[in-house]
Nanobody
Framework: VQLQASGGGLVQAGGSLTLSCTASGRTISGYTMGWFRQTPEKEREFVAA????????YYANSVKGRFSVSRDNAKNTVYLQMNSLKPEDTAVYYC????????????????????WGQGTLVTVSS
């Protein structure tokens, strides 16, 4: 399976971007999908996750109220809508997946997930 993330770019603070992650090789139905981000100074950190049926969504406190995760299983794609972007949101954003329903506490750990996309760079200028 391959996860292809796209949609990153340069945006001014306060602006918006939408990231997409499309899976090939298998369907994302039945998989929990996640978004993480990483900078050279920090370890990979959790951003958001969504259960396979979109029934539950989870966010890091730092992005809650600004970011929204969604998915279209028919298109094999998951999205991350990012609004009110801040310079501290600058990072490489990765999409990832894990089968089934891991417990909520496990969703925040990168070790829970199996497949990872190549990442897309988001740069927010002040």
């Amino acid at each position: 399976v391959q996860l292809q993330a796209s949609g990153g770019g340069l945006v001014q603070a306060g602006g918006s971007l939408t990231l997409s992650c499309t899976a090939s090789g298998r369907t994302i139905s039945g998989y929990t999908m996640g978004w993480f981000r990483q900078t050279p100074e920090k370890e990979r950190e959790f951003v958001a996750a969504i259960r396979w049926n979109s029934g539950s969504r989870y966010y890091a406190n730092s992005v809650k109220g600004r970011f929204s995760v969604s998915r279209d299983n028919a298109k094999n794609t998951v999205y991350l809508q990012m609004n009110s972007l801040k310079p501290e949101d600058t990072a490489v954003y990765y999409c990832t997946s894990v089968p089934g329903f891991p417990v909520m506490s496990a969703l925040y750990s990168s070790q829970t997930y199996d497949y990872w996309g190549q990442g897309t760079l988001v740069t927010v200028s002040s």
